[in-house]
Structures are given as C-alpha cells and as structure tokens.
C-alpha cells in the first residue's frame, strides 16, 4: 500500500449506497422519541460527513434538503472525483467535497466554523487509534452546542469470534501477490481449504463457518473495505462511548427508532435483567451481549436539553408522515431481530390508507381520528414500529419540500441516465422524505422511459430493451437466461406492468417521478420535525 493510505484499503473503490439513518429527518424524530431537543427545525443547517466515500448519501442530504450546506471528505481522490461529478451532472450548488486526511480536514478552505450534524459510516472501526483521535478532535472543534452526531461502527461482542478469521484473511491476502481482488480470493479460498481439513476454529464456532461461506458471495469491493483494512476495531459500546465523551457528547439513543423500544428487542427474562441496571452505559452493554451485536447506529448530542413533556407532544404533532410503499390492505407482520412484531392491536389500517392520500401531520390524521381509541404510548410505538419496517417515514415541511423539488428532479435524472449504462446507483433523492429511496435499475429506467414521452409500460418495456439490447445484456427468468428479443421483452412488458401497477403512485407521491407536473406537493402537509 502507497503511505497516503494510512492502511486503508484504496485498490477497490468503496460501493455506492445511501445509509437512511444518515437522513436528518430520521435522527430528527430518533432524537425527539428520545425526549430530547434538537435545533434540525431551523431554517438554514450545516452537515458534514467525514469519511463519505464516494458520496452517494451526501449527494442526496443535498438535493433533498436544499436547506442544508452539506460537506463531506474523503482520503480518495477517486471517491472525491466521483463525487463532485454526480454533484455537478445534478447541479448541486449545497455540496461540496474534499479529498482531505482527518488530520488536516479542520484546516479545509470554505469550511463552515460549526456544524449543525456530522455523520460517520463505519469509518471508525476501519481507520487507526490516530484517525480515532482526530476524528473526535475535529468533532469537539466544530459541533455546534446541541448539534447531532451519527456514528455506526463495527461493535463487540458480536464480532468476537469473527477476529481469528479476519486476522487469516488479512494475512494470507498481504502475503499474496497480484491485485487485490484476487488476492481476497485467494485469501477466502485459503480459509475455506482450513475448514474442509476440519480446522477446529470452525467445528467450534459454527457461526464463522457460516460468515466464511457467505463471505464468499459478497461483492469484493465490500468486502476489501469491511475486512481488508490495516486497523479494524469492533467496539465495546462504552468505549465508544468514552471516546464521544472526549467531545463532551451525550448519548442519545440508536438512530433506527424502533431499536429503543426495548420491549420490541428483548425478551421478558432479559427485560428483567435489564431492568436491574440503572446506568445506560451500562444497560447498552449488556443489551449487546444479549443480542451479540455486530453493528450498532448511534446518536450523540452536545449538551442534553431534555423535552418537556408537553413539548414531546408537540414536535409529534407536527411532524408529517408518507407511504414509502404501497398499502395494500392486507395484514401487517413486521419481524424485528428475529421476532415477530405483534400488531394485532395496533389500528393501523385506517393510518396507512390516510396516509395514501398524502403526507399528513400526526395532529392532522389524529384529529381526523384515524387512531380510534389507540393511546397515545401505543400511536407512537405504531409509527416508530412501521418506519422500521420501511412502510412509513417522517417528511419535511412542505415549505422545504417545496424548495427541494427541482433539485430532487435534476439529481434523479443524473442518476435514471447513468443507469443507461450501469447498475449501480440504487438509490434515488425524495423531497417528500429529505432522504433517499430504494430505486432499481429497471424502475429508473422505466421512469426514465416516461419522462422521455413514452406513455405505456409497453412503450417503456421497449425503450429499456433497446438499451439492453447493444449492450449483451439480457433478461433471467426461472433461472434461466432469456435469449430471444421476444422472450425478453415479454419479460420487460411483465415488469413495467407491474411497476405501473404497484408501485409508480408511491413514487410520484414521493416527489420520484422525473416530470415537474407529476410533483403532488400542494397537498402536503405545512409542518413536520425537521
């Protein structure tokens, strides 16, 4: 590795993807369930990602939220080119990328003085005790009093058998010769010729045969970020923790909502253990070894400022929630960590077809009396359980809603024409949500179709096919590959049918659609969280 590394892996780019917990209209509710205040209602905030990769999230944070000056940094020059690119492609002039260390990011001209939130995927398990270092650093010297941090990391004890197989690999793959890639293979292959010897590390910890088999299906570029890093630490959440502290940050609580219902986590013998332990510090420890959690999501904030509970009341009042799916009508059976989610008492039905009409206010649906005679512990609980299951969200305001639009429409359409040519952006920017929605190649393209003046699924089946078509690429089905023009434009017609069918009205509700005309604002709701 070149010494700008710093061990990092820089031979394969990081993959592009969008991280929802990273959207501040989620860690503006996960920080309000919490009763805590947060200052993400202003008019004008500032964000910063360190780390950001190829800044596929940051690029959404900054379409769907033009509100918000969004910065983000990265050690790879690659990831930062590819990034200011799909920013400059969408004409996003509230973002802006560095390829900067985090040693010297703090020293970055056009920096803002203090940020509002700063965000971290991951970056502090894979980057040295130094980097550790001066990612607080930066954050002690540049979170706003009351601002938000987002940190998810690699956490014990969930990885602890994991460690004796990532040191195999890592070893096997530095003493290797060729590309990185291969040399991952190689490394894979190698650990897989231990476990068919009956290497007694698998026989005893069954698990990690497990993780070593799906290992070798996962996408290499992945895989050579997660495992492949010189310094790689799974922490112990008090440690983390510890470290946070350093920038006088308070815990708040996970970024994903439903995980703070511990009811919906734990069972009635772990509850009670649970029960016992009065220090959250503490109690978070001890949740994680009862779960052997691996990955963990979490919210700090600088300076607690508890809500009252009036003031609780009030911020769900005027937050605004939309479908990200459509209802179908049917019975709702969420799992959470393994678990089923019993909701059988829970008067979700007539929420959920409120809601497809359009986003709503909680004051709103509830003076419509949508809830029946649910309390209000069991309405809140019913929302948090339905946003981790993906078939809600919380929304912007309309009024930033509205501004976002043609910037959300500018970003998409970047992305809908890259998918000409590749699979790779899955992802696409909701001025309804201020975040990003899950959008396969197909549907963009389908959008794309539409937008270009093809009116029926057949038009768009046909469009997509003579893109496909030049390029070798073909249809599956049944397991097998479809070779004939006919065979796979019935294919194609099959799926534009169904995405108009199913889901084309969610994604025009949720401001996805590629058509200024198709944009359903004006009957949002006028306020919401954030």
């Known amino acids: 590795m070149n010494d700008w590394t710093s061990g990092y892996v820089a031979e394969l780019d990081y993959t592009s993807d969008f991280f929802h917990d990273m959207t501040p209209t989620r860690m503006a509710l996960a920080t309000l369930a919490q009763g805590q205040r947060h200052g993400l209602d202003e008019a004008q905030l500032t964000y910063c990602e360190l780390g950001c990769g190829h800044g596929f999230t940051a690029n959404i944070v900054a379409a769907s939220n033009p509100h918000i000056d969004v910065h983000a940094m990265d050690f790879n020059p690659s990831h930062i080119a590819g ?23 703090g020293d970055a001209a056009g920096l803002p003085e203090m940020f509002d939130i700063i965000t971290l995927h991951g970056v502090m398990s894979w980057v040295s005790e130094e980097n550790q270092n001066h990612i607080v650093n930066f954050i002690s010297q540049r979170l706003k009093p009351g601002g938000l941090v987002y940190v998810s990391y690699n956490s014990q004890p969930g990885w602890a058998g994991a460690m004796p197989l990532r040191q195999l690999l890592t070893d096997h793959a530095a003493n290797g010769s060729g590309p990185l890639e291969q040399r991952i293979d190689d490394a894979l292959e190698y650990a897989e010729t231990l476990r068919e010897a009956g290497a007694h590390f698998f026989t005893q910890n069954p698990h990690e045969a497990t993780r070593l088999r799906s290992m070798r299906t996962m996408s290499r570029q992945y895989l050579a970020h997660e495992f492949f890093n010189r310094d790689w630490t799974p922490f112990h959440f008090s440690d983390l923790a510890a470290k946070m502290a350093g920038a006088k940050l308070d815990f708040v609580g996970s970024s994903n909502i439903i995980d703070n219902f511990e009811d919906l986590c734990f069972t009635e013998a772990q509850l009670a253990v649970l029960s016992k332990e009065p220090d959250p510090i503490r109690r978070e420890v001890i949740g994680d070894l009862m779960h052997a959690e691996q990955f963990r999501t979490d919210l700090f904030i600088r300076g607690k400022a508890p809500q009252t509970e009036r003031g609780a009341v009030a911020g769900w009042f005027k937050t605004a929630f939309t479908l990200t799916r459509r209802y179908t009508h049917g019975p709702i059976k969420p799992e959470w960590r393994g678990t089923a989610i019993d909701m059988s008492d829970m008067e979700y039905d007539a929420f959920l077809k409120a809601l497809a009409g359009g986003p709503a206010t909680l004051h709103e649906l509830m003076a419509n009396g949508v809830f029946g005679h649910m309390t209000w512990a069991q309405i809140t609980k019913m929302i948090s359980i339905l946003i981790g299951a993906k078939s809600i969200a919380p929304c912007l305001p309309a009024d930033k809603a509205h501004r976002a639009r043609e910037a959300c429409r500018r970003f998409n359409l970047a992305v809908c024409n890259r998918a000409e040519e590749l699979d790779q952006l899955r992802f696409l920017a909701s001025p309804v949500t201020g975040g990003g929605i899950e959008v396969n190649r197909l549907e963009q393209l389908f959008l794309l179709a539409r937008h270009e003046g093809h009116e029926t699924p057949a038009a768009w089946a046909a469009f997509v096919w003579q893109i496909l078509a030049p390029q070798g690429q073909r249809m599956e089905q049944d397991g097998r590959t479809l070779e004939t ?46």
Do not use: H, W
């Open 83 to 105: 990034a200011r690119l799909l920013a400059k492609e969408a004409d996003l002039p509230n973002v802006t990328f560095y390829e900067r260390s985090f040693d010297d990011f």
């Open 485 to 530: 023009a006919e065979e796979n434009l019935a294919v194609l017609q099959a799926r534009a049918q169904s995405f108009a069918a199913r889901k084309l009205d969610i994604f025009v509700q949720l401001g996805l659609s590629l058509d200024e005309v198709d944009q359903p604002m004006g009957e949002m709701a006028t306020s919401s969280a954030a």
